[in-house]
């Protein structure tokens, strides 16, 4: 099966700080897609930002960017200018490779705390 | 447009008992999933479907059925509840790309207590 390792439990940040959340993730394949999510305490999945492993740019969605290194299979989220509503929790996912392409895989999340 | 919704937001039942979880959206997505959250573990895909009538097993399917019969419902059944399937269960839908499953939308869960 595929794997997604985020070694962050939880992360402290200060508001207006850029953060860095960690994602590897192991796999053979060529053809894969990257997604990041956030759930707040409310309970929600909310997208963030999705990136394909043929994409040569790093994704960006307004805040967020997704510091994507194919050969270390790394997909780091990074936040810049943190504010307190990011406080959450955040999911990195995977999806399967081309002979498993309809399967979602994600890692255990990391618990982002943002201090004013 | 309510996107993805599901039924009941809580739920609690005794070992044994057998429910159905609602699923539905409106966004004519071809693709749906269930998931299972535990705590520590993040998401773990239990069933999927591509298309009406179609469905396929996850990571974690065994104590659970689904069917397909329409687009817009993906109802998640559980046949003999047990302790173990206490969890917070998310229904998903995206629309396909090429035939890959696009970025997912999520509802807004059910929390599931077996007793």
């Known amino acids: 099966a595929q794997k997604i390792t985020q070694t962050q439990p939880g992360m402290f940040v200060q508001e207006k700080e850029a953060v860095t959340l960690d994602c590897t993730y192991d796999?053979?394949?060529?053809?894969?897609?990257l997604f990041w999510y956030k759930q707040p305490s409310s309970g929600e999945m909310i997208f963030l930002i999705y990136q394909g492993s043929y994409d040569e740019q790093n994704a960006t969605e307004g805040r967020y960017s997704l510091n994507f290194q194919k050969a270390r299979k790394s997909a780091n989220l990074v936040i810049s200018a943190s504010q307190l509503g990011d406080s959450a929790m955040y999911f990195c996912?995977?999806?399967?490779?081309?002979?498993?392409?309809?399967?979602?895989?994600f890692g255990s999340g990391t618990k982002l705390n943002v201090k004013p | 447009n309510a996107g993805v919704t599901q039924t009941p937001k809580f739920q609690v039942l005794k070992t044994g008992q057998s429910m159905t979880l609602q699923c539905a959206q409106d966004m004519n997505h071809e693709y749906m999933s269930w998931y299972r959250q535990d705590p520590g573990m993040g998401l773990r895909l239990i069933h999927y479907?591509?298309?009406?009538?179609?469905?396929d097993q996850g990571e974690v399917p065994n104590g659970y059925n689904v069917s397909r019969s329409t687009t817009e419902d993906f109802p998640l059944r559980l046949l003999s509840a047990a302790p173990s399937q206490t969890s917070v269960y998310f229904c998903?839908?995206?629309?396909?790309?090429?035939?890959?499953?696009?970025?997912?939308?999520f509802g807004p869960g059910t929390r599931l207590t077996v007793l």
């Open positions: 796999t053979s394949d060529q053809s894969y897609g």
């Open positions: 996912a995977m999806r399967g490779p081309v002979y498993n392409f309809n399967k979602f895989y």
């Open positions: 479907s591509v298309g009406a009538g179609i469905t």
């Open positions: 998903a839908s995206s629309t396909r790309l090429a035939f890959f499953p696009d970025t997912q939308y």
